[in-house]
């Protein structure tokens, strides 16, 4: 069991959420206080970068969805990054990969949002 550890960071296109270790139904609580402390302004990108995750079980997928839903709250829009092998897998399989956006790097998730947002025509 690694112990589930979440840093956030700032960027220009909102807030990065990184979870490293097991997101289980032991360390989910703790996650989604995180997560629920995150405010992303309207038409922002809330980033959940994986990167470092080493186990998901259903809670972990249940968490994810609540940071979709959390995100949709406060008019914002959410990207994966760094989905490892075996969640991309549940995501195939239960057409949750339809649901969320899938960059392989968080950089790559806010690269791509700053470049459609900037090339928006101006009102």
Sequence with gaps: MTDL????RSTPTGPVLEI????????APGAR???????????RL???DLTG???CDSTGITLLLAARNHAVGHQAHIALAGVPAQVAR???ITGLSQVFASYPTAE????RWAARTDSRPAP
């Excluded at 550890?5 to 956030?8: C, E, L, N, P």
Aim: hydrophobic share 45%; no cysteine.
């Design 5 to 8: 550890r979440t840093t956030v």
């Design 20 to 27: 490293a270790g097991d997101l289980d139904f032991h360390s």
């Design 33 to 43: 206080e995180v997560l629920l402390g995150l405010t992303p302004g309207p038409g």
């Design 46 to 48: 809330l980033v959940v």
């Design 53 to 55: 995750l080493t186990f």
């Design 90 to 92: 549940i995501f195939d």
């Design 108 to 111: 790559d998730a806010v690269d």
